[in-house]
């Protein structure tokens, strides 16, 4: 990798996620949730589960399954609706992303019911497995751990890099590969301290006014 020349960004910008393949970086923390996508319409069964940490690319692979499939994401609104029933026979491929945060069990329930009447597919997303989640409804909860899961895996080097240069393109600062080096040594290995470390790095860099070179990089992490 090239040093890269290192932008300054005087204004904070929030930028909506573009959710397509080349903004998704395959390694084998991930590899097995890529096979999910790729094996589908060939499920072994017709509701899958995709699990994960915050920031570990699930609603990204759930959004890469909606371009393919144009399911539609639904949520606690959609799982309370009277007309469940005629909203899944229209709409057969379905995704609830974060279903461990789901409160209408009822639904849910239901949704899983109708997808297998309707011969439909629907990917759930969550940040644990369902054995781990609060459900009040034994049935449910019963339904859930039966089904097929993927674990996205903590990220491996490779991953952690690619994340990194993501994040920081994202905020439009180019960083330079030593300081980059540095950083992937002295930041919490996971998904989530990709995000912390970038917003804690961006923020300094604009409150200072000053590029990220490897010394203000020190400097914010008191190294």
């Known amino acids: 990798m090239k040093p890269a020349p290192v932008v300054q960004l005087a204004f904070d910008i929030s930028l909506d996620p573009i959710y397509r393949w080349e903004n998704f970086y395959i390694s084998l923390s991930n590899d097995e949730a890529v096979s999910l996508l790729q094996r589908w319409p060939r499920w072994d069964n017709r509701v899958q589960l995709l699990?994960?940490?915050s920031g570990s690319g699930r609603t990204h692979i759930a959004?890469?399954?909606r371009n393919e499939s144009r399911a539609s994401f639904v949520d606690?609104?959609?799982l309370k609706l009277d007309y469940l029933a005629e909203y899944v026979c229209q709409n057969p491929f379905l995704i609830v992303d974060n279903a461990d945060e789901i409160s209408?069990?009822?639904?849910?329930f239901h949704l899983y019911n109708l997808i297998n009447e309707y011969q439909g597919y629907l990917l759930l997303t969550a940040k644990t497995p369902p054995r781990l989640w609060?459900?009040?409804?034994?049935?449910?909860?019963?339904?859930l751990q039966s089904v097929p899961a993927t674990q996205i895996k903590a990220p491996d080097d490779d991953l952690l890099c690619a994340l990194l240069i993501k994040r920081f393109s994202d905020l439009q600062l180019k960083v330079p590969e030593n300081v980059l080096n540095y950083i992937i040594k002295h930041m919490q290995r996971s998904y989530e301290?990709?995000?912390e470390m970038t917003t804690l790095l961006n923020r300094t860099s604009l409150e200072l006014r000053r590029n990220l070179t490897l010394p203000l990089v020190k400097q914010i992490l008191d190294l």
Not at 104 to 108: R, S, T, V
Request: net charge neutral; proline share 7%.
């Open 76 to 78: 606690d609104s959609v």
């Open 104 to 108: 209408c069990y009822k639904g849910l």
């Open 134 to 143: 609060n459900i009040a409804l034994p049935d449910l909860a019963s339904r």
């Open 63 to 65: 959004h890469l399954w």
């Open 193 to 195: 301290g990709v995000q």
């Open 51 to 53: 699990y994960g940490p």
